[in-house]
């Protein structure tokens, strides 16, 4: 729901150093002032629009069990 709460932060910003590209999300459904990036549910024009070819990727998803099972579909 806020920024702070992102983990591994350090050890994903070291890895584009090897080519991986971490998007975050913000799940809060109230505004949070500062953050600019996006916000609300994964859908698939948000995959789309990071990576095209997503097909052909490797993707990690990170969250409750429920919402990584739900959204697996979206990936296939």
Not at 24 to 34: A, C, D
Not at 44 to 73: H, T
């Amino acid at each position: 729901s806020s920024p702070e709460e992102f983990v591994y932060k350090d050890i994903f910003k070291e890895a584009e150093n090897f080519g991986v590209k971490t998007i975050y999300l913000l799940g809060s459904k109230e505004p949070v002032p500062s953050w600019t990036g996006e916000t609300g549910f994964i859908t698939e024009p948000m995959i789309k629009k990071y990576a095209p070819d997503f097909l052909n990727r490797k993707i990690y998803l990170s969250g409750p069990v429920a919402m990584v099972n739900n959204y697996k579909n979206l990936f296939t």
